[in-house]
């Protein structure tokens, strides 16, 4: 129970940040899920993309750098394949493809 009430907790701190959760399909087995700036967001400003290392989803890992970037870049936060919402239905498991992914 204790991580449902922390993962909704850290979802509002995303969104008050000024983030929403958003996906996109990167093939047609791949969906790669990342937070990202709403649509309102300030285009002027530069972009920074936070990368989580092997653990928990992205939001568990990034919450105080992203209110504390928010405000100075448009900050985006993916899912790694295999983490969060980001799923794959390929049979490809290695870092290469992982890496591969994150191309996009």
Known sequence: M???LYSV???????AAGLSSQ???????T???YWGPTEKSNSQ????VLIHGFGPMAI????QQVQFFSPHFNVYV???IFFGQSTTKSSE???KFQARLSLF
């Open 45 to 48: 400003k530069p972009s920074l």
């Open 2 to 4: 204790f991580t449902s």
């Open 78 to 80: 993916p899912d790694l």
């Open 31 to 33: 969906t790669l899920h």
């Open 23 to 29: 996906s996109i399909d990167l093939d047609d087995e």
């Open 60 to 63: 568990w890992q990034w919450r």
């Open 93 to 95: 498991r290695s870092e």
């Open 9 to 15: 907790f850290l979802r509002r701190c995303f969104t």
